[in-house]
């Protein structure tokens, strides 16, 4: 009897730990991704958090994510490194010709991707391939999961994506910017935007919890952007820390267009200052929102925290 009730309570204990890696394990973060991602053309007026998290970890980092990138050329165009046809094409590349060698338990594999498959030249403004929509963008990403793990990769971290309908470019109080300075509904705008991000993280949560039954030995993680990014929007004395007033609604670099028009009038947060902002851009994330997602993808990787992260396996 004691033996059984020992027995049954231990085999639950291991199916507990079994969820994630475990702390220690990993030493490698490879990431793929768009601009939130690039650490070569950090779009976050510093350092990209990939380089954050690596020093923190620290991890030895292997970057893909390639600015402009969507999941698939294939069903969203722009000429930009896509993950499935550029950056996982170059990852393999590397791993066959032995210039890359990691191993798989000790090596987790994250994606952020999405920002520019919803945008201004994809799904927002029609210009993907007749037909596709936010299930297929989503499937897509979750399908980068597999493709990995068919290569012999075991750990995954996804990160869904952000509310993009609180940046300038997509919001309701916009204005002519970088990205776009032509005239639009913007109240239009950031509701459809708020259905592509919340529709396409809910169907991203599913697709990834029903892996784990035909992925064995995967670790598989979710990692909430959505919900990290909106409590720094409710409560920004929790992160930010610049010297200028706290600000989740402008950006750091800001450049007013006429409607448009080519050249800008614009206003840029100095030094210290730029640390207030939860957005460097009129798109992106400040650099102190970056040092944000480091920390707490740190924190999910080394398991310190699940407090923005769901482990499915
Ligand atoms: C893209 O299209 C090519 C040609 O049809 C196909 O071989 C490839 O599998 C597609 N890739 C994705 C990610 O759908
Ligand atoms: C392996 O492939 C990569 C990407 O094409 C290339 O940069 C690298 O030089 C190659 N290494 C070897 C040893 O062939
Ligand atoms: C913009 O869209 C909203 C929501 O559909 C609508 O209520 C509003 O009247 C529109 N504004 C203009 C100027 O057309
Ligand atoms: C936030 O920053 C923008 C500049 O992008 C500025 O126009 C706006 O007044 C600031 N808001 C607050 C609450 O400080
Ligand atoms: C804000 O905090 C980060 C650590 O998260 C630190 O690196 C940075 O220097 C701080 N910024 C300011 C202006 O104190």
């Known amino acids: 009897m004691m033996w059984t009730r020992l027995a049954s309570f231990s085999a639950c204990a291991s ?3 079994a969820l994630g890696p475990s702390p220690g394990q990993i030493k490698n973060l490879v990431t793929f991704g768009d601009s939130y991602t690039d650490v070569g053309s950090p779009a976050d007026g ?31 165009a722009r000429p930009f490194p896509s993950v499935f046809e550029s950056q996982l094409p170059l990852y393999f590349t590397e791993k066959s010709n ?19 498959d919803v945008g201004v030249g994809g799904l927002l403004t029609g210009l993907q391939k007749p037909g596709v929509t936010i299930v297929d963008t989503v499937t897509c990403a979750v399908n980068w999961v597999k493709t990995l793990y ?8 996804f990160q869904n994506m952000l509310p993009l309908q609180k940046t300038v470019l997509y919001g309701s109080t916009t204005y002519p910017n970088r990205y776009f300075n032509l005239a639009h509904n913007s109240t239009e705008w950031s509701l459809f935007m708020s259905e592509l991000v919340n529709g396409g993280n809910a169907i991203g ?25 909106s409590d720094m929007i409710a409560h920004p004395a929790n992160y930010l820390n610049g010297t200028a007033p706290l600000n989740v609604t402008g950006c750091a670099n800001s450049c007013v267009f006429p409607l448009g028009g080519q050249t800008s009038v614009c206003t840029v947060a100095k ?37 923005w992260t769901t482990w499915f396996s």
């Open 150 to 157: 068919a290569n012999g990769a075991r750990n995954f971290l």
């Open 98 to 116: 032995g210039s890359l060698v990691l191993d798989p338990a000790s090596t987790i594999y994250t994606l952020w991707i999405g920002t520019n």
């Open 15 to 17: 199916i507990a730990l």
């Open 205 to 229: 949560k599913l697709q990834l919890q029903a892996l784990p039954a035909s992925l064995p030995g995967a670790k598989i993680g979710l990692f909430d952007s959505y919900g990290l990014f």
């Open 46 to 76: 510093g350092t990209a958090w990939p380089i954050y998290a690596a020093g923190y970890g620290p991890f030895k980092l292997f970057p893909f994510a390639r600015s402009g990138a969507t999941c698939s050329n294939n069903i969203t």
């Open 271 to 307: 030094g210290a200052a730029r640390d207030s902002f939860l957005w460097w851009d009129e798109l992106h994330p400040s650099e102190q929102s970056d040092r944000v997602v480091a920390r707490q993808i740190t924190n999910a990787i080394q398991r310190k925290s699940d407090q």
